[in-house]
Nanobody, 122 residues
Framework: VQLQASGGGLVQAGGSLRLSCAAS???????MGWFRQAPGKEREFVAA????????YYADSVKGRFTISRDNAKNTVDLQMNSLKPEDTAVYYC?????????????????WGQGTLVTVSS
């Protein structure tokens, strides 16, 4: 499985960005997730989506502002980020969990993309 994240950049507070993750290989029926890691901090869960897209999960810090979605025909998972705050600044990673249960811990995910930097200026 290979994951390629893209879409990061510099945006002002209150702005929006859309991250995309392209997956190749065995991702059928897998959980897809987004995590982020700010400088000096541990990697933290942001959002996850089950294989059908019917169930989504969010960290409290992004609930109501971020939306995760997937297109299984294109093997992509997106993260729409609105109302961005300076504290959202981090490297964002997409990951896949080959189990059928959604997890929020990084160690539960099997494959990771390379990360894309999101910087939100105040």
């Amino acid at each position: 499985v290979q994951l390629q994240a893209s879409g990061g950049g510099l945006v002002q507070a209150g702005g929006s960005l859309r991250l995309s993750c392209a997956a190749s290989g065995r991702t059928f029926r897998s959980i897809m997730g987004w995590f982020r890691q700010a400088p000096g901090k541990e990697r933290e869960f942001v959002a996850a989506i089950n294989w059908s897209g019917a169930s989504t999960y969010y960290a409290d810090s992004v609930k109501g502002r971020f939306t995760i979605s997937r297109d299984n025909a294109k093997n992509t998972v997106d993260l729409q980020m609105n109302s961005l705050k300076p504290e959202d600044t981090a490297v964002y990673y997409c990951a896949t969990d080959l189990s059928i249960v959604v997890h929020t811990t990084p160690g539960s995910y099997d494959y990771w993309g390379q990360g894309t930097l999101v910087t939100v200026s105040s």
